[in-house]
T-cell receptor, first 118, second 113 residues
Framework: GESVGLHLPTLSVQEGDNSIINCAYS??????FIWYKQESGKGPQFIID?????DKRQGQRVTVLLNKTVKHLSLQIAATQPGDSAVYFC?????????????????FGQGTILTVHP | NAGVTQTPKFQVLKTGQSMTLQCAQD?????MYWYRQDPGMGLRLIYY???????DKGEVPNGYNVSRLNKREFSLRLESAAPSQTSVYFC????????????FGEGSWLTVV
């Protein structure tokens, strides 16, 4: 069955270090992946996305890598700051059918808690 | 930019009471969603509205009803609240229902006693 999981539930880093958060997915048909950041008491916030025809995508201080061979997704945060402390979710989009209509189905992972120490 | 706005932020209900969570988005998105988030369970889809005028069940629809009032607004109703519905509820929207990024509201904390 399809699932999205994370290798590490918690990650602690020092301010200024680079952080890497990993995600494994099982649905090889998934064609779109998203990373979200969720701070305490707030809703998930979009960070970066990548489509399955890409291996890497860079944003501001963040890079997402996609390895379709081993069905692995990672989020790299450069020069991690205390404000980066949050729960990070990966999500995968696969296609489902309902009543003859195809629609994108987003499946979320459990999340990794990132703690950045000053 | 307000994005996705949901109310109330916090609510305590007694078992059997009813209530409606309101949600509005100002991004002119076609699709809207209601999720619940529980510890260890991640985000689970309750109901969605792929476009104005349509609503469909998600992964955990039992005990809930929804109304897509217009393109901007999508409400979630608990007709007879149960303790198992104690959760954090998130409304979300996306441009279309075809693999686009979903944008979330700030959440509504609901406790059923």
């Amino acid at each position: 069955g399809e699932s999205v999981g994370l290798h590490l539930p918690t990650l602690s880093v020092q301010e200024g270090d680079n952080s890497i958060i990993n995600c494994a997915y099982s649905n090889s048909a998934s064609d779109y992946f998203i990373w979200y950041k969720q701070e305490s008491g707030k809703g998930p916030q979009f960070i970066i996305d990548i489509r399955s025809n890409m291996d890497k995508r860079q944003g501001q201080r963040v890079t997402v890598l996609l390895n379709k061979t081993v069905k692995h997704l990672s989020l790299q945060i450069a020069a991690t700051q205390p404000g980066d402390s949050a729960v990070y979710f990966c999500a995968e989009n696969s296609w489902a059918n309902a009543g003859g209509t195809s629609y994108g189905k987003l499946t979320f992972g459990q999340g990794t808690i990132l703690t950045v120490h000053p | 930019n307000a994005g996705v706005t949901q109310t109330p932020k916090f609510q305590v209900l007694k078992t059997g009471q009813s209530m409606t969570l309101q949600c509005a988005q100002d991004m002119n998105h076609n699709s809207m969603y209601w999720y619940r988030q529980d510890p260890g369970m991640g985000l689970r889809l309750i109901y969605y509205s792929a476009s104005e005028g349509t609503t469909d069940k998600g992964e955990v629809p039992n005990g809930y009803n929804v109304s897509r009032l217009n393109k901007r607004e999508f409400s979630l109703r608990l007709e007879s609240a149960a303790p198992s519905q104690t959760s954090v509820y998130f409304c979300a929207s996306s441009e279309t229902f075809t693999g686009n990024t979903i944008y979330f509201g700030e959440g509504s904390w609901l406790t059923v006693v």
